[in-house]
């Protein structure tokens, strides 16, 4: 008998996990539902540019014929409300149930609603979705002063997006650094200066006590005294799990679907895979990685046996002027030896974590040549011998032993 595999969430885990499937499987059905009213896009895309090119031909992941193409059924705004698992069946948001014999859910996460007074206000923003996109440009066409709040990656991409729309931008960090998760201190001051040197306003150590005005957002308050106008405000604060679905189920989770290295759950013919899950203890957030788990789960959906070897996460950033990337373990406290190179007029660093003769992370600011060579001394181990050397000489060393 044909089986039904049943994909959930229209992004990259999951076209990446089709992909796997028909490598080994064309007879299967299966069915792909998501709840976004567009076919899979990029969303990587989003914010990177000045979302000039959000026209769907541009951003979709695969042409919309590529879906029958391989024999597989789409559902676009139908939002999955319920598992019953007993009786392997989804419930749909219109109370109509679909059977399937495996499952993936690839339902990614969404990004963390800060909790501060005024955050439901006209005005207010955060990016996530075609959706988002589209609105936070319209906006934008209106707004003058807009306040980002968060630090973060996708945080400083948007401060750059709205820099380049003529805007001024304001951002509020609640830490004493920018990219604290990513950057160390030296670093995040480099990073600092640049954006100033953009006009750009950056309040670390500040957090949003409440967004002010009737309806629309007029200004926010940073403490109970001071007060900063704007007219837009687009929020970043990390992300959660969309997990919300499997809540009166039996699948296990913690932050994320808590999956072995077969992108399996605790329950059998149900995988999880991308941002949605948690493995090794690690709800990650990343593009490569979701690629990584979704073709992982397919292979094992389709029943080659297939573990998923860990990915080194990495961070890049392209924005004003610069180019920045964090890989890896960049916690000083857990390396045995550290090797730096700056060079403050150039806004230069390049600094490179070890542990017990091997790489375990990196932080480079101005070169981004490196990043695939240090990824892959991380990921394979490279053991260095001796570690009394200079950043160059251990690139040059890693090169030769590639
Ligand atoms: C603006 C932006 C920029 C980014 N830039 C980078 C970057 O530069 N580098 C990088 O590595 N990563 C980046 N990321 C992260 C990257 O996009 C994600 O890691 C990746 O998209 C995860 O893919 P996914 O398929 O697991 O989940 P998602 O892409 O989140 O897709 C999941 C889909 O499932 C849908 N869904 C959720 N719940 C339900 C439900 N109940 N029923 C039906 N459908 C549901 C969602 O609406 C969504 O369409 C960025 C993310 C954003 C938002």
């Not at 951003?59 to 999955?80: A, D, H």
């Not at 950056?202 to 007219?231: H, P, Q, Y």
């Not at 964090?326 to 660093?349: A, F, P, Q, R």
């Amino acid at each position: 008998m044909t089986k039904r595999i049943v994909i959930l969430g229209t992004g990259i885990t999951s076209v990446t996990a089709i992909k796997a499937i028909r490598e080994i499987d064309l007879d299967s059905e299966i069915y792909l539902m998501g709840q976004e009213k567009i076919y899979p896009y990029n969303r990587v895309k989003l914010s990177k540019g000045l979302f000039n090119n959000l026209e769907e031909n541009s951003i979709l992941l695969q042409k919309k014929e590529w879906y029958e193409q391989n024999k597989v059924k789409i559902f676009i705004n139908t939002k999955v409300v319920n598992i019953n698992t007993d009786s392997f069946e989804l419930i749909l948001c219109d109370g109509s149930k679909v059977k399937y014999d495996k499952l993936l859910i690839a339902t990614g996460s969404s990004n963390s609603i800060p909790p501060i007074d005024g955050i439901g206000k006209d005005g207010v923003y955060t990016l996530r979705s075609l959706k988002d996109a589209l609105n936070i440009k319209n906006s934008l066409n209106e707004s003058a002063q807009v306040i980002i709040i968060g630090g973060g990656i996708q945080g400083l991409e948007m401060a750059w997006i709205v820099h380049q729309h003529g805007k001024k931008a304001t951002i509020i960090e609640l830490q004493s650094r920018l990219m604290p998760y990513q950057l160390d201190n030296k670093a995040s001051e480099i990073l600092k200066d640049i954006i100033q040197g953009y006009g750009i306003e950056i309040l670390t150590n500040t957090g949003v006590v409440k967004i002010t005005g009737d309806t629309k957002v007029a200004s926010i308050l940073i403490d109970k005294e001071v007060k900063l106008k704007c007219d837009m405000v687009i929020y970043s604060t990390g992300i959660k799990a969309n997990k919300e679905l499997i809540s009166n189920t039996k699948v296990e989770t913690a932050r994320g679907i808590v999956v072995n290295n077969k992108m399996e759950t605790n329950i059998k013919n149900i995988y999880a895979a991308g941002d949605i899950a948690q493995f090794d203890n690690k709800v990650i957030g990343l593009w490569n990685i979701a690629i990584a788990q979704g073709k992982v789960a397919g292979y094992n959906i389709a029943g080659k046996e297939t573990v998923y070897e860990k990915i080194t996460p990495v961070t890049t950033l392209n924005a004003f002027g610069t180019s920045l990337f964090s890989m890896g373990c960049v916690d000083e406290s857990e390396s045995t030896k550290v090797l730096i190179d700056e060079d403050d007029n150039l806004k230069i660093y390049r600094k490179i974590f070890i542990k017990n003769n091997k790489v375990i992370g990196a932080i480079f600011i101005g070169d981004m040549k490196r990043s695939p060579l240090l990824k892959l001394a991380i990921e394979k181990g490279i053991r260095i011998g001796d570690v009394n050397l200079s950043v160059d000489e251990l690139l040059d060393k890693l090169k030769n032993n590639k």
